[in-house]
């Protein structure tokens, strides 16, 4: 969490049913950045966290009307602010 705004997180610490909306992206690959905007999670992107699988990985998101699975450790890096 940042110590400035409590709610800021990053996407890993969501919870299901969480509506956030994309910050900006931390120390990432440059080209897995870029696939994850080229899906639509560019900074100021609202979002919701609509399931988790049983082991905890993937995550399904809602974004921009269409569902989309993540690994949450590859997306960790999305700073997110709840809304």
Do not use: K, W
Not at 41 to 69: C, M
């Amino acid at each position: 969490m940042s110590a400035t705004d409590p709610r800021l997180l990053r996407f890993e610490e969501l919870p299901v049913g969480a509506r956030a909306r994309v910050v900006r992206y931390q120390t990432l690959d440059t080209l897995y950045r870029n696939r994850l905007m080229a899906l639509g999670l560019t900074p100021g992107t609202e979002f919701e966290v609509q399931h988790l699988a049983p082991l905890g990985d993937p995550v399904q998101i809602r974004v921009r009307g269409f569902h989309l699975s993540l690994r949450r450790h590859e997306a960790g890096a999305m700073e997110v602010e709840l809304l």
